[in-house]
Nanobody
């Protein structure tokens, strides 16, 4: 079955950096768009970034543009999220997800990981 497993979360001070990874299995990775989403306590899950099948196109939420970078390695079935200049408001559970089309909406995604906690202390 399809599995998406996130790693790399943790506690970091404001202004610091973290790199999240998401390892995929059970699907033909290069045929899926990969996205990152996050959910803070008491809030709805929100879009963070998306990368196209081959990695040539990316799109970011305004709140992370210029600070986060999404990338993928199709040879290793892995997608990454480099998070720089972290702020307290970036604190959330971060999820990776796989979709067949290049979209931002959560309902367009077919598979989801279990999430990894990112906590930014101010």
């Amino acid at each position: 079955q399809v599995q998406l497993v996130e790693s790399g979360g943790g506690l970091v001070q404001a202004g610091g950096s973290l790199r999240l990874s998401c390892a995929a299995s059970g699907l033909t990775f290069s045929t899926y768009v990969m996205g990152w989403f996050r959910q803070a306590p008491g809030k709805e899950r929100e879009f963070v970034a998306v990368i196209s099948w081959g990695g040539g196109s990316t799109y970011y939420a305004d709140s992370v543009k210029g600070r986060f970078i999404i990338s993928r390695d199709n040879a290793k079935n892995t997608v990454f999220l480099q998070m720089n200049s972290l702020k307290a408001e970036d604190t959330a559970v971060y999820y990776c997800a796989a979709a067949k089309i290049f979209r931002r909406a959560t309902e367009e995604y077919d598979y989801w990981g279990q999430g990894t906690q990112v906590t930014v202390s101010s």
